[in-house]
């Protein structure tokens, strides 16, 4: 099976497996617009080594994830996922989902400015409230710097 038909395979199962196969929700946590995924997935555009890594970095799939036909198999259960780590990270309600959209829209070269605002005031924010879990400081910091 060459490359790209596998990471379509995997991709689509994904998301029907993790999204209840909403592309748009997955858009969203994937960090790529759901036209560019919807044409990635239906063959008329590539689904290239770069992209699938920036989507396997985005979601917090192992490198490669999209290159193992495996991960395609619905009884693969055993799929890597930010769910299991963070569930909250795919309770997108529509606040979420207009920052996310604004986030897509913008330049790429801009995006690294506008995550870095987001980690300031995050920072910011938990400073000034005590009551904020700010376990995943780190997290948000390194997001920043991106």
Same mark, same amino acid.
């Given at each position: 099976?060459?490359?790209?038909?596998?990471?379509?395979?995997? %991709?689509?199962?994904?998301?029907?497996?993790?999204?209840?196969?909403? !592309?748009?929700?997955?858009?969203? !946590?994937?960090?790529?617009? @759901?036209?560019?995924?919807?044409?990635?997935?239906?063959?008329?555009?590539?689904?290239?080594?770069? !992209?699938?890594? @920036?989507?396997?970095?985005?979601?917090?799939?192992? +490198?490669?994830?999209?290159?193992?036909?495996?991960?395609?198999?619905? @009884?693969?259960?055993? %799929?890597?996922?930010?769910?299991?780590?963070? +569930? =909250? =990270?795919?309770?997108?309600?529509?606040?979420?989902?207009?920052?996310?959209?604004?986030?897509?829209? %913008? +330049?790429?070269?801009?995006?690294?400015?506008?995550?870095?605002?987001?980690?300031?005031?995050?920072?910011?924010?938990? %400073?000034?409230? +005590?009551?904020?879990?700010?376990?995943?400081?780190?997290?948000?910091? @390194?997001?920043?710097?991106?």
């Amino acid at each position: 099976m060459e490359a790209q038909q596998c990471r379509r395979a995997v %991709l689509r199962h994904y998301i029907e497996s993790r999204f209840d196969g909403n !592309v748009r929700q997955f858009s969203l !946590v994937a960090g790529k617009a @759901d036209r560019q995924l919807n044409d990635m997935l239906a063959g008329r555009k590539p689904f290239g080594e770069k !992209v699938a890594r @920036d989507i396997e970095k985005n979601v917090g799939l192992a +490198p490669l994830f999209f290159d193992d036909i495996a991960n395609a198999n619905p @009884d693969n259960a055993a %799929l890597p996922t930010l769910a299991a780590q963070q +569930p =909250a =990270a795919y309770i997108i309600n529509d606040e979420a989902r207009a920052l996310a959209d604004i986030y897509i829209k %913008l +330049p790429n070269q801009i995006r690294g400015e506008f995550r870095a605002m987001l980690a300031k005031s995050y920072i910011e924010l938990c %400073l000034k409230h +005590p009551e904020i879990d700010a376990s995943d400081i780190g997290t948000l910091i @390194d997001f920043g710097r991106k």
